[in-house]
């Protein structure tokens, strides 16, 4: 039996909306809070230990004990890598690093919440800066070398 072909070019294809991510929490009262105070979401809705937060068009899903595992990583568009990490510096945020460019073309940040969720705040190239750090999944920080790879430091 041979596999059905798809017609890519074929107009009736199912377009893609939106992504809202759900990532699993221990408590979820406590990530909504965390949310809302520490990363300036708003909650939008809830239903026993499912809830919906939302910061201008970012929304995300947080679900008590279900669907997925601790340590996702996301990376959500920002308009300034920059500003967003002062302001949650300032809010009290789980600081993971902060701004550097990449050579993938964003410059970015990373916060963790208290599932240890990673979200990597993206913006365009911040002009004249080099290409910075990148810190790993493992706390493994590598550099940028001469070639257009990596190299790995130390631990954190």
């Avoid at 070019?9 to 699993?24: E, N, S, W, Y």
């Avoid at 910061?55 to 890598?81: E, F, N, P, Y």
Wanted: proline residues 4%; aromatic residues 8%; hydrophobic residues 40%.
């Amino acid at each position: 039996m041979s596999e059905p072909t798809v017609n890519v070019t074929d107009k009736t294809q199912a377009t893609l909306g939106g992504v809202f991510p759900i990532l699993r929490v221990a408590d979820l009262d406590a990530s909504l809070k965390y949310y809302e105070t520490q990363l300036g979401f708003e909650v939008q809705w809830r239903s026993g230990t499912v809830a919906s937060v939302q910061r201008d068009r970012a929304a995300i899903m947080l679900c008590q004990g279900d669907q997925g595992h601790a340590g996702t990583w996301l990376w959500i568009a920002v308009s300034d890598a920059d500003a967003i990490y002062t302001e949650l510096q300032a809010r009290g945020a789980r600081l993971r690093h902060a701004p550097a460019n990449y050579p993938w073309g964003s410059r970015e940040c990373q916060i963790m919440d208290l599932d240890a969720h990673v979200l990597r705040f993206g913006s365009d190239l911040r002009a004249g800066e080099p290409m910075g750090d990148w810190l790993d999944a493992s706390g493994q920080r590598w550099l940028p070398d001469a070639a257009g790879g990596w190299r790995q430091t130390e631990s954190l």
